[in-house]
């Protein structure tokens, strides 16, 4: 069992002393906090539980003033242990507590009434009517009450075993994924080096793996570990309070509200656009208010920016676009609290819906906001719709989706196999990755390059087609995967042939069309009485006959667009094997065995090893 229960109420409403009956351990560990008698740093404790695994408890201070510790406690927790002091009942802390409770989403947990020992029965059941009532028509209606104490142990071990059943309810958090933890506490212990302490939010972590350290971007790798205060475990997953020992690393290099995870997870983020929701306490929210942002376990100063109205009003949401005054380490999905410049006090919160945006612009405002409403709603299809819309040409893959968005890929994958059968987008794999882009952009090329083969074919019948590269000179604005796609999606449908080193549309005879006979003819007639000298292409008007009869391997080019017949060409290539055997000739025999000047019988040679028909060795060419 893996989960985490959080504390929460006002100060001295005894947090500590109740966690410290139900585990046997002191969650406050500094001598400050021991000599105040209050809480000022997270605390950390694990009560076992029947099934061999722990509840892990996160206590956090009470306190106005440390009520960044609170929340960088609370961002990690799966349920909450509210804690109200019989005799004083509901206070300023409880609900703030409370509010932030709401706005990180955590909704599930109790009430311990405690210090039941001071007061009478009467008192007690006023205090708790007071909390029933203030629960009431909010997502905290209906949560139980216990009434206890911690120093006579009354009601406690009934809420030992609640809390047991609590954990049990709310479940393990997904294992799967990449492997994240918020860094809540770090310390040097002697002999070891560094150690960094947090609750793994996602994936699991064994001795061994190497995590990357942001903001910072180091790389470390896993020495020792504990996890849940188990010495003896070499993995750790989703939900444990995991302590790592990291070889290399410097206690100056973390701060809290640095992450580690698996290399490349995190991206370091200076903005975000998010829906938040404003308390109904709070004052409006203005454009460009300093505010102080909390995710994770991370504070940073940042300035609010509304998208799509002039402020956000007390008691409803919106969307805000955050510049951020140092960045954080954050995904789409997290949780996120807001609270004021000065006085410091909640203001609200919300869920970040995409990390890394652009500035906001008025112009522009409705359409970013329809994608922030398409975000926030989870419709992965639109989602996936304007993605590919900014995208164009480039499309996108299942990591960019993810990496842009919180979607999960079973979700990303799923939608666009369903895209891919309405004939939006077209899936293309290169590889191990795939990519999907718009159909219609997709079909747009396919008809340019179809097109292009028309006017080929049209303006020089006898040519065979376009050789395998032309394409992509044609279509020389997408990727090379994408008109390999095209391609490929055009020879399937057998509107394009690939004939040896040509395309040409399958309509296209392989034949020279009969009215061209005669000119065919002609040329190569032509060309035969230059013999073993050959013919200059520029002695013939028409140069485009001459290119086309070379492309289909009836004439022969040599160097500086001398024609000769492949006929002849063949021919010579024999009697040369003939003549020579397996010694091979120079130039200067190939010059005197074909009669021709130096200059023409290098153009051989050279024709004759380009077509592989001889292989040069030193000043001889054999004949293979």
């Given at each position: 069992?893996?989960?985490?229960?959080?504390?929460?109420?006002?100060?001295?409403?005894?947090?500590?002393?109740?966690?410290?009956?139900?585990?046997?351990?002191?969650?406050?560990?500094?001598?400050?906090?021991?000599?105040?008698?209050?809480?000022?740093?997270?605390?950390?404790?694990?009560?076992?539980?029947?099934?061999?695994?722990?509840?892990?408890?996160?206590?956090?201070?009470?306190?106005?003033?440390?009520?960044?510790?609170?929340?960088?406690?609370?961002?990690?927790?799966?349920?909450?242990?509210?804690?109200?002091?019989?005799?004083?009942?509901?206070?300023?802390?409880?609900?703030?507590?409370?509010?932030?409770?709401?706005?990180?989403?955590?909704?599930?947990?109790?009430?311990?009434?405690?210090?039941?020992?001071?007061?009478?029965?009467?008192?007690?059941?006023?205090?708790?009517?007071?909390?029933?009532?203030?629960?009431?028509?909010?997502?905290?209606?209906?949560?139980?009450?216990?009434?206890?104490?911690?120093?006579?142990?009354?009601?406690?071990?009934?809420?030992?075993?609640?809390?047991?059943?609590?954990?049990?309810?709310?479940?393990?958090?997904?294992?799967?994924?990449?492997?994240?933890?918020?860094?809540?506490?770090?310390?040097?212990?002697?002999?070891?080096?560094?150690?960094?302490?947090?609750?793994?939010?996602?994936?699991?972590?064994?001795?061994?793996?190497?995590?990357?350290?942001?903001?910072?971007?180091?790389?470390?790798?896993?020495?020792e570990m504990r996890v849940n205060a188990n010495k003896d475990v070499k993995t750790g997953v989703a939900g444990d309070r995991i302590a790592l020992n990291l070889v290399g690393l410097r206690k100056d290099d973390v701060l809290r509200g640095s992450c580690v995870a698996e290399p490349g997870y995190l991206q370091v983020q200076n903005s975000l656009d998010t829906?938040?929701?404003?308390?109904?306490?709070?004052?409006?929210?203005?454009?460009?208010?300093?505010?102080?942002?909390?995710?994770?376990?991370?504070?940073?100063?940042?300035?609010?920016?509304?998208?799509?109205?002039?402020?956000?009003?007390?008691?409803?949401?919106?969307?805000?676009?955050?510049?951020l005054e140092s960045p954080v380490a954050a995904l789409p999905g997290d949780k996120f609290v807001v609270r004021n410049y000065s006085p410091i006090i909640t203001i609200g919160g919300g869920r970040i819906l995409e990390a890394g945006t652009r500035k906001v612009r008025k112009k522009y405002a409705p359409q970013r906001t329809s994608h922030l409403i398409a975000l926030e709603a989870g419709d992965v299809e639109s989602i996936l719709d304007e993605m590919l819309e900014h995208s164009r040409i480039d499309g996108i893959t299942v990591k960019e989706a993810m990496k842009n968005s919180s979607l999960a890929r079973d979700d990303i994958l799923n939608t666009l196999l369903e895209m891919e059968k309405k004939g939006k987008i077209e899936l293309i794999d290169e590889g191990t990755v795939r990519h999907a882009v718009s159909k219609i952009l997709f079909d747009e090329a396919s008809r340019k390059l179809v097109s292009s083969f028309e006017n080929h074919h049209k303006i020089d019948p006898i040519s065979p087609g376009l050789r395998l590269t032309v394409p992509q000179r044609i279509l020389k604005e997408y990727s090379q995967w994408f008109v390999k796609a095209v391609l490929k999606k055009l020879t399937e449908s057998r509107e394009l042939e690939k004939r040896d080193d040509w395309y040409a549309l399958s309509c296209h005879s392989r034949d020279i069309p009969p009215e061209y006979s005669g000119a065919v003819s002609s040329m190569i007639a032509g060309v035969e009485t230059g013999e073993n000298m050959g013919v200059s292409i520029e002695k013939f008007e028409n140069s485009r006959l001459a290119v086309a009869l070379t492309e289909r391997g009836i004439l022969c080019e040599l160097a500086g667009g001398v024609l000769v017949t492949s006929q002849r060409a063949e021919s010579l290539i024999h009697k040369l094997v003939e003549g020579f055997g397996n010694n091979g000739f120079s130039l200067g025999e190939l010059r005197d065995f074909l009669g021709v000047s130096r200059k023409i019988a290098l153009k051989w040679a050279e024709f004759f090893d380009s077509k592989g028909w001889t292989l040069r060795k030193g000043d001889r060419r054999i004949c293979k």
């Open positions: 069992m893996g989960v985490i229960v959080g504390t929460a109420g006002h100060i001295d409403h005894g947090k500590s002393q109740l966690v410290k009956y139900l585990t046997g351990s002191d969650p406050d560990r500094l001598k400050e906090e021991k000599e105040r008698g209050i809480t000022i740093e997270l605390g950390y404790v694990f009560m076992p539980a029947p099934d061999g695994g722990v509840v892990s408890f996160i206590d956090v201070p009470g306190h106005e003033k440390f009520i960044r510790q609170m929340v960088a406690g609370t961002a990690t927790v799966d349920c909450f242990l509210l804690v109200v002091a019989a005799d004083e009942g509901i206070m300023p802390q409880t609900k703030e507590h409370l509010d932030i409770l709401k706005l990180l989403g955590v909704e599930k947990g109790i009430v311990a009434l405690t210090k039941c020992d001071l007061v009478d029965d009467e008192m007690q059941e006023l205090v708790e009517s007071e909390i029933e009532e203030y629960f009431e028509d909010s997502v905290f209606s209906g949560t139980p009450v216990y009434r206890v104490s911690s120093m006579t142990g009354f009601g406690m071990e009934e809420l030992r075993k609640v809390l047991i059943q609590l954990a049990e309810d709310t479940g393990q958090r997904y294992s799967e994924g990449k492997f994240r933890l918020d860094i809540d506490r770090v310390f040097v212990l002697e002999g070891f080096g560094t150690i960094v302490g947090g609750t793994a939010a996602s994936g699991s972590v064994s001795v061994g793996d190497e995590l990357e350290l942001q903001p910072g971007g180091g790389k470390y790798r896993v020495r829906s938040l929701t404003l308390l109904e306490t709070a004052k409006p929210l203005k454009k460009y208010q300093r505010v102080r942002l909390h995710t994770g376990t991370a504070e940073v100063m940042a300035r609010a920016i509304p998208v799509d109205t002039a402020v956000i009003s007390p008691g409803t949401s919106g969307y805000v676009h955050f510049q």
